[in-house]
């Protein structure tokens, strides 16, 4: 697993043994980027459910100002760490927060602090045919918290499987979907206010 463009690409990034961490393939990455093209330059980023922060560090090393890393698990936060220092990307770019991922929604939105990028890849969800899902990608786009973090222009990035109906609440509207084998990533920005 690598950064794949800007100023870090070629990086090989670390990852934890064991199946606690399912980094979003490097294929998938390529895809999101070509697909946010410049509107990383210049952005500040927050990545939910960081495992080894690889979306986040491909955002910094193609030109975002500033990224939030939003990881659990403390083991895992270390590795984002380590990442960032193999990247050799300044310190100051990236908070690392070790917490629940709707703990630092609602305590970010709190702070008032916003976000052009959003990015959640979290722990894939069951098949659900004849019932809403209530997986972790669900839960990401009915939380009216994340609401308050995104900029008017900005876009959330969702990663779910493909087997988990996701209901789109009103507020979203989504401009991409990209798929690649099991995996699905929908791009989403907020409706205008009618």
């Given amino acids: 697993?690598?950064?794949i463009a800007g100023s870090a690409a070629g990086t090989i990034l670390k990852v934890p043994k064991g199946f606690d961490v399912r980094p979003t393939p490097d294929l998938v990455r390529q895809a999101i980027f070509n697909s946010l093209g410049e509107r990383v330059v210049g952005a500040r980023v927050v990545e939910l459910f960081g495992g080894t922060g690889a979306l986040t560090l491909e955002c910094l090393s193609r030109g975002a100002i500033?990224?939030?890393?939003v990881e659990k698990s403390s083991k895992h936060a270390q590795?984002?760490?380590?990442?960032?220092?193999?990247?050799?990307?300044?310190?100051?770019?990236?908070?690392?927060?070790?917490q629940d991922a709707f703990t630092a929604i609602a305590q970010l939105a709190a702070a008032e602090q916003k976000f052009d990028l959003i990015v959640a890849d979290p722990p894939y969800g069951e098949k659900n045919v004849g019932r809403r899902s209530t997986s972790l990608a669900q839960q990401m786009l009915d939380c009216t918290?994340?609401?308050r973090l995104i900029t008017?222009?900005?876009?959330?990035?969702?990663?779910?499987?493909?087997?988990?109906?996701?209901?789109?609440?009103?507020?979203?509207?989504?401009?991409?979907?990209?798929?690649?084998?099991?995996?699905?990533?929908?791009?989403?920005?907020?409706?205008?206010?009618?």
């Fill in 145 to 147: 918290d994340l609401l």
């Fill in 1 to 3: 697993m690598r950064i």
């Fill in 79 to 98: 590795f984002i760490r380590q990442n960032l220092e193999l990247a050799r990307l300044p310190s100051s770019m990236l908070d690392v927060r070790v």
């Fill in 66 to 69: 500033h990224g939030v890393c």
């Fill in 152 to 194: 008017p222009e900005g876009r959330f990035i969702l990663g779910h499987t493909k087997r988990d109906t996701l209901t789109l609440p009103d507020c979203w509207e989504e401009t991409k979907m990209l798929k690649h084998g099991d995996t699905v990533m929908r791009f989403f920005k907020l409706k205008p206010n009618p």
